[in-house]
T-cell receptor, first 114, second 114 residues
Framework: AQSVTQLDSQVPVFEEAPVELRCNYSSSVSVYLFWYVQYPNQGLQLLLKYLSGSTLVKGINGFEAEFNKSQTSFHLRKPSVHISDTAEYFCAVTLLRGNTPLVFGKGTRLSVIA | DTGVSQDPRHKITKRGQNVTFRCDPISEHNRLYWYRQTLGQGPEFLTYFQNEAQLEKSRLLSDRFSAERPKGSFSTLEIQRTEQGDSAMYLC????????????FGNGTRLTVT
């Protein structure tokens, strides 16, 4: 079965600094990968997804992620963060074939400091 | 697209009572998912429907939990004889039904069992 590991539970960063949130997945077959963001007391919102093709995918709010098959990683990056980016970020994986539900990591809390 | 709506937003109940939550998915989406999220964790899959058929249930879903989607539109999740360990955020999501389709989440129902 597929699984996701988010290596950092909390990431504090100063406003306008770059940030990288790390995600590694485990699967013996091809996967689809997603990043979601959750603001306080809200549901999850899709940031970006990797399905196929270019390994660098761009999402909303200036975020991007790079799929690295050899390292089984899908790290999320933003070159300059804002206070409004403070939220919980979840990496998720599902299998390319079959009807497997989305499996989420435990999340990374991004705190942007003024 | 009015989004996924969940009702109620918050529910406080005493141990041993039954509770029921409702989810209204995006109207054209044929798949509906239930996830549970506890503090500091990512969403954990509970069950999902394709139209009115319940296709998969997690082993997290004990016999006290039951979900229905009678006409392939809204869904209900019932928890019987609630326990303190059931306290969590219950998230509903819908999608258009392929593995590459992202999930659209509601804002969740927060259950507190006292």
């Amino acid at each position: 079965a597929q699984s996701v590991t988010q290596l950092d539970s909390q990431v504090p960063v100063f406003e306008e600094a770059p940030v990288e949130l790390r995600c590694n997945y485990s699967s013996s077959v091809s996967v689809y990968l997603f990043w979601y963001v959750q603001y306080p007391n809200q549901g999850l919102q899709l940031l970006l997804k990797y399905l196929s093709g270019s390994t660098l995918v761009k999402g909303i709010n200036g975020f991007e992620a790079e799929f690295n098959k050899s390292q089984t990683s899908f790290h999320l990056r933003k070159p300059s963060v804002h206070i409004s980016d403070t939220a919980e970020y979840f990496c998720a994986v599902t299998l390319l074939r079959g009807n497997t539900p989305l499996v989420f990591g435990k999340g990374t809390r991004l705190s942007v400091i003024a | 697209d009015t989004g996924v709506s969940q009702d109620p937003r918050h529910k406080i109940t005493k141990r041993g009572q039954n509770v029921t939550f409702r989810c209204d998915p995006i109207s054209e989406h044929n798949r509906l998912y239930w996830y549970r999220q506890t503090l500091g964790q990512g969403p954990e899959f509970l069950t999902y429907f394709q139209n009115e058929a319940q296709l998969e249930k997690s082993r997290l879903l004990s016999d006290r939990f039951s979900a229905e989607r009678p006409k392939g539109s809204f869904s209900t999740l019932e928890i019987q004889r609630t326990e303190q360990g059931d306290s969590a955020m219950y998230l509903c999501a819908s999608s258009s039904g392929t593995g590459s389709s992202p999930l659209h989440f509601g804002n969740g129902t927060r259950l507190t069992v006292t």
